[in-house]
């Protein structure tokens, strides 16, 4: 083994604890946000940590939970209650009790059970996108961030940097050993451990099995449990051992580790190569190995997290189904029941009942009275659980369009349309209700289908379509049918089509989205084909063309464009959603208090209430001046 010591010259490579300011000690107190309503699934569960009176905090893509084990009872939050962002990462509690939430790109909050404080880059964390947190022995938290590693006295904040790039200091894991020392594992360049005052870096040519490493575990005689993405290493201070799956590891991808009370190893694992395809978690003690999973009662195969108990009871964060318990006879699950089915969101309408249905990638459908909510997939009727798009009419019918074709909900009744039925394809990309009562279709590469509710037709480029790639449609309220494709706008009057391209004023020919505002102005969105991704929007007013490029929105590429009745217009963007009153533009981003900046969906209700569909949860927005 060769052991790279890092000395004083290291040191300064590393411009260690050269980088320290002085934070403002009360950070800045979280701002609650009374426009916005946030819905969210909280089962999918990244870390979790027991507090000092006994509650269970379960963080992940939905918030925070706070868990009461003995009853079953849970506190919920999200950024509406001060939590600085709804995708959480890290938990950790410090010694004065409070506890510590690393955010993914909005920084860390700190809550001390009454308030909540938030700290950023403006106050000396090394980067917003927080991965990992670990509270040393003298009290000061640690952070392991996508750019390095921060420290925070109380006082004063610490950034340290280590050597090999962006990469190494891409900081995934940390723990604090029974010595004392800070261990931290990076997505390249191995483990670094450091003892307050000098490095040791400890890479594949010590014996650390290769890949990031994701988690870092400690036990009781002083050993090191590390998990990467192609098996465990174990350092007892001397030597290393590996363990894969050739050794009898459920899987290679280590995604969770931890000692029990009775020194048995628990690890949660995926495959190393198909990562989606998780095993469940494994007990290793003398020697043996024992898997268990959704078979046995684990609420789902992807686990996050372990947290061992000191009474021996093991608990598991899981990736969408929640916290698990085992206590070595029976397993129990705690889950939310307040979401939907998924926190990525594909697509949002709102029905002529008032009731909002969203669309969920690979989760099927959520509806939302207002008060309950209840998920439909494909075991209740849905053609796919993979939905892109959703249309309701004004009769009360919802249609949506899936992968494997397309389902119409009426009277609690599902009813599919498959190419079987002379629709034109089986991915569908777009949905939209003509006044008349038709329905339009977008296929990825048939052609757009229109059905009267009892005989369908379909046109495509033969009959005049730009390309049968149709990625989407609007009717204006005279009848007329606008499809966007990827090589022109196509045109539909009843009885014959019209092409219009980039030459006729577009900004440019291939055209992903379009939206008809209150005063019958078309808005569509236009990819511009460049790299990295661009977006422009251009308007017609059915005269004239205007367009509008990246220098008036948040970000360069736009996912989505809606309506509101007061004739302004919403755009969603990877960075944030933009509103345009005709004059000028405004963005709200996860600082105004939008769950997470990727807007995927939106919709406006009659009321004037927007939805917003994230990557991270639905947020509803009212307004203070709609």
């Given at each position: 083994?060769?052991?790279r010591?890092?000395?004083?010259?290291?040191?300064?490579?590393?411009?260690?604890?050269?980088?320290?300011?002085?934070?403002?000690?009360?950070?800045?107190?979280?701002?609650?946000?009374?426009?916005?309503?946030?819905?969210?699934?909280?089962?999918?569960?990244?870390?979790?940590?027991?507090?000092?009176?006994?509650?269970?905090?379960?963080?992940?893509?939905?918030?925070?939970?706070?868990?009461?084990?003995?009853?079953?009872?849970?506190?919920?939050?999200?950024?509406?209650?001060?939590?600085?962002?709804?995708?959480?990462?890290?938990?950790?509690?410090a010694?004065?009790?409070?506890?510590?939430?690393?955010t993914?790109?909005?920084?860390?909050?700190?809550?001390?059970?009454?308030?909540?404080?938030?700290?950023?880059?403006?106050?000396?964390?090394?980067?917003?996108?927080?991965?990992?947190?670990?509270?040393?022995?003298?009290?000061?938290?640690w952070?392991?961030?996508?750019?390095g590693?921060?420290?925070?006295?109380g006082?004063?904040?610490?950034?340290?940097?280590?050597?090999?790039?962006?990469?190494a200091?891409?900081?995934?894991?940390?723990?604090?050993?029974?010595?004392?020392?800070?261990?931290?594992?990076?997505?390249?360049?191995?483990?670094?451990?450091?003892?307050g005052?000098?490095?040791?870096?400890?890479?594949?040519?010590d014996?650390?099995?290769?890949?990031p490493?994701?988690?870092?575990?400690?036990?009781?005689?002083?050993?090191?449990?590390?998990?990467?993405r192609?098996?465990?290493?174990?350092?007892?201070?001397?030597?290393?051992?590996?363990?894969?799956?050739?050794?009898?590891l459920?899987?290679?991808?280590?995604?969770?580790?931890?000692?029990?009370?009775?020194?048995?190893?628990?690890?949660?694992?995926?495959?190393?190569?198909?990562?989606?395809?998780?095993?469940?978690?494994?007990?290793?003690?003398?020697?043996?190995?024992?898997?268990?999973?959704t078979?046995?009662?684990?609420?789902?195969?992807?686990?996050?997290?372990?947290?061992?108990?000191?009474?021996?009871?093991?608990?598991?964060?899981?990736y969408?189904?929640?916290?698990?318990?085992?206590?070595?006879?029976?397993?129990?699950?705690?889950?939310?029941?307040?979401?939907?089915?998924?926190?990525?969101?594909?697509?949002?309408?709102?029905?002529?009942?008032?009731?909002?249905?969203?669309?969920?990638?690979?989760?099927?459908?959520?509806?939302?009275?207002?008060?309950?909510?209840?998920?439909?997939?494909?075991?209740?009727?849905?053609?796919?659980?993979?939905?892109?798009?959703?249309?309701?009419?004004?009769?009360?019918?919802?249609?949506?369009?899936?992968?494997?074709?397309?389902?119409?909900?009426?009277?609690?009744?599902?009813?599919?349309y498959?190419?079987?039925?002379?629709?034109?394809?089986?991915?569908?990309?777009?949905?939209?209700?003509?006044?008349?009562?038709?329905?339009?279709?977008?296929?990825?590469?048939?052609?757009?289908?229109?059905?009267?509710?009892?005989?369908?037709?379909?046109?495509?480029?033969?009959?005049?379509?730009?390309?049968?790639?149709?990625r989407?449609?609007?009717?204006?309220?005279?009848?007329?049918?606008?499809?966007?494709?990827?090589?022109?706008?196509?045109?539909?009057?009843g009885?014959?089509?019209?092409?219009?391209?980039?030459?006729?004023?577009?900004?440019?020919?291939?055209?992903?989205?379009?939206?008809?505002?209150?005063?019958?102005?078309?808005w569509?969105?236009?990819?511009?084909?460049?790299?990295?991704?661009?977006?422009?929007?251009?308007?017609?007013?059915?005269?004239?063309?205007?367009?509008?490029?990246?220098?008036?929105?948040?970000?360069?590429w736009?996912?989505?464009?809606?309506?509101?009745?007061?004739?302004?217009?919403?755009?969603?963007?990877?960075?944030?959603?933009?509103?345009?009153?005709?004059?000028?533009?405004?963005?709200l981003?996860?600082?105004?208090?939008?769950?997470?900046?990727?807007?995927?969906?939106?919709?406006?209700?009659?009321?004037?209430?927007?939805?917003?569909?994230?990557?991270?949860?639905?947020?509803?927005?009212?307004?203070?001046?709609?």
């Amino acid at each position: 083994m060769q052991r790279r010591k890092m000395g004083i010259s290291s040191i300064v490579l590393l411009a260690i604890v050269l980088i320290v300011t002085q934070a403002c000690r009360s950070g800045t107190v979280s701002p609650q946000h009374p426009e916005w309503t946030f819905y969210t699934n909280a089962n999918y569960v990244f870390d979790m940590a027991f507090d000092k009176t006994g509650h269970l905090w379960a963080v992940g893509e939905g918030g925070t939970v706070q868990w009461d084990t003995r009853t079953g009872s849970y506190v919920k939050y999200t950024p509406e209650q001060g939590l600085a962002g709804a995708n959480v990462r890290a938990v950790a509690v410090a010694a004065d009790g409070a506890l510590w939430f690393g955010t993914h790109g909005n920084g860390v909050s700190r809550f001390d059970g009454q308030s909540w404080t938030t700290y950023t880059m403006a106050d000396g964390l090394s980067s917003n996108s927080v991965q990992a947190i670990a509270v040393a022995h003298d009290g000061a938290v640690w952070f392991g961030t996508m750019s390095g590693i921060s420290c925070f006295d109380g006082e004063l904040w610490s950034v340290y940097t280590l050597p090999g790039g962006e990469l190494a200091n891409d900081v995934q894991s940390i723990a604090v050993a029974p010595d004392g020392a800070l261990w931290f594992g990076a997505f390249e360049g191995g483990v670094s451990r450091f003892d307050g005052q000098s490095w040791s870096t400890y890479t594949a040519d010590d014996g650390l099995i290769s890949g990031p490493v994701g988690v870092i575990a400690t036990a009781a005689d002083g050993s090191l449990w590390f998990g990467t993405r192609y098996g465990l290493s174990r350092f007892d201070g001397a030597s290393w051992t590996k363990y894969t799956s050739a050794d009898g590891l459920a899987g290679d991808y280590v995604r969770s580790i931890a000692v029990a009370a009775d020194g048995a190893l628990w690890v949660g694992t995926c495959d190393k190569t198909e990562y989606w395809r998780c095993n469940g978690v494994s007990r290793f003690a003398d020697e043996m190995w024992t898997t268990y999973t959704t078979n046995d009662g684990l609420a789902t195969n992807r686990v996050n997290s372990i947290v061992a108990a000191p009474e021996g009871v093991l608990w598991f964060g899981t990736y969408g189904g929640g916290v698990s318990r085992f206590d070595d006879q029976s397993w129990a699950t705690y889950a939310t029941a307040d979401g939907m089915a998924n926190n990525l969101v594909s697509a949002i309408t709102v029905a002529s009942d008032g009731a909002t249905w969203i669309a969920s990638y690979d989760s099927g459908v959520s509806r939302f009275d207002g008060e309950s909510w209840r998920v439909y997939t494909a075991a209740d009727g849905l053609a796919s659980n993979w939905v892109n798009t959703i249309a309701a009419d004004p009769n009360g019918a919802l249609w949506f369009g899936t992968r494997y074709g397309v389902s119409r909900f009426n009277d609690g009744a599902w009813t599919t349309y498959t190419t079987d039925d002379s629709q034109a394809g089986k991915w569908i990309h777009a949905v939209a209700i003509a006044p008349d009562g038709a329905v339009w279709f977008g296929t990825n590469d048939n052609g757009v289908s229109r059905f009267d509710g009892k005989s369908w037709i379909t046109y495509t480029a033969a009959d005049g379509l730009a390309d049968n790639s149709v990625r989407a449609i609007a009717v204006t309220p005279d009848g007329t049918v606008w499809c966007g494709t990827q090589f022109g706008l196509s045109r539909f009057d009843g009885e014959s089509w019209a092409t219009y391209t980039a030459a006729d004023g577009l900004a440019s020919s291939s055209v992903y989205a379009i939206a008809v505002s209150s005063q019958g102005e078309l808005w569509f969105v236009c990819n511009m084909g460049s790299r990295p991704r661009e977006s422009a929007i251009s308007r017609f007013d059915g005269k004239s063309w205007s367009t509008y490029t990246a220098a008036d929105l948040p970000n360069n590429w736009v996912n989505v464009v809606a309506a509101h009745p007061n004739d302004s217009m919403w755009f969603g963007t990877l960075a944030g959603v933009s509103r345009f009153d005709g004059e000028s533009w405004t963005t709200l981003t996860t600082e105004d208090g939008l769950p997470h900046n990727d807007v995927q969906a939106i919709a406006v209700g009659p009321d004037g209430t927007v939805w917003f569909g994230t990557r991270n949860g639905l947020a509803r927005y009212v307004p203070a001046s709609p």
